[in-house]
């Protein structure tokens, strides 16, 4: 099975600050990752998919990039909604689909 | 509106059964594959199951196979859960998830999401 890791799981960051979150699988999965965004008591939001393709509706202030192994996932400005827990999740090898652990980013 | 309603959740003793059921309204649900994801309190989220569009193919966590069944009804716009042998690991919120592709396996991702319903398994 792949294992995904993210990291940070935790970070904290201002409104206005760029933010990068980082997520490694334990093999190559090519672009098969997506990013879902997580508020408390809420369902997950798909954000981007394909690694790098937004999801309609989502701000372009999100972006993703990586193949392979490493991706990431960018916050050009954060705004005061951004602030949730970020998972990444692979579509490569499956079953099992897995995510990472979670990255929560907090208010500085 | 596209929507996802999950219900069956509840209080349920080790080693009872439970089934979820997960009503999908307002886009065609035979065009898509149909997911389970679960949460347990304060933890992340760990994928269940899935079916494609045809119930043609299937797949499981390795920690639910063999007591967990997935199945839809496409004539009900319906997806189920039938949790069999349940232990205390498997409480948690558990969400229907739709998939932006039609068979599983296949580049899946989740882009609508229900609310969740919660099954608590204790003594």
């Known amino acids: 099975d792949i294992q995904m890791t993210q990291s940070p ?3 904290s ?3 206005g600050d760029r933010v990068t979150i980082t997520c490694r699988a334990s093999q190559s999965i090519s672009s098969y990752l997506n990013w879902y965004q997580q508020k408390p008591g809420k369902a997950p939001k798909l954000l981007i998919y394909a690694a790098s393709s937004l999801q309609s ?3 372009s202030r999100f972006s993703g990039s990586g193949s392979g192994t490493d ?3 960018t916050i050009s400005s954060l705004q005061p909604e951004d602030f949730a827990t970020y998972y990444c999740q692979q579509s490569y090898s499956t079953p099992p689909v897995s995510f990472g652990q979670g990255t929560k980013l907090e208010i500085k | 509106e596209v929507q996802l309603v ?3 959740g509840g209080l349920v003793q080790p080693g009872r059964s439970l089934r979820l059921s997960c009503a999908a309204s307002g886009f065609t649900f035979d065009d898509y594959a149909m997911h389970w994801v679960r949460q347990a309190p304060g933890k992340g989220l760990e994928w269940v199951s899935g079916i494609s569009w045809n119930s043609g193919s299937t797949g499981y966590a390795d ?5 967990f069944t997935i199945s839809r009804d496409n004539a009900k716009n319906s997806l189920y859960l039938q949790m069999n042998s349940l232990r205390a690991e498997d409480t948690a919120l558990y969400y229907c998830a739709k998939d932006i592709v039609a068979t599983i396996h296949e580049r899946d991702a989740f882009d609508i999401w229900g609310q969740g319903t919660m099954v608590t398994v204790s003594s």
């Open chain 1, 9 to 11: 799981s935790s970070l």
């Open chain 1, 13 to 15: 960051a201002s409104v």
């Open chain 1, 57 to 59: 509706g989502v701000p």
């Open chain 1, 71 to 73: 991706f990431t996932l």
């Open chain 2, 6 to 8: 999950e219900s069956g």
């Open chain 2, 63 to 67: 920690s639910v196979k063999g007591r």
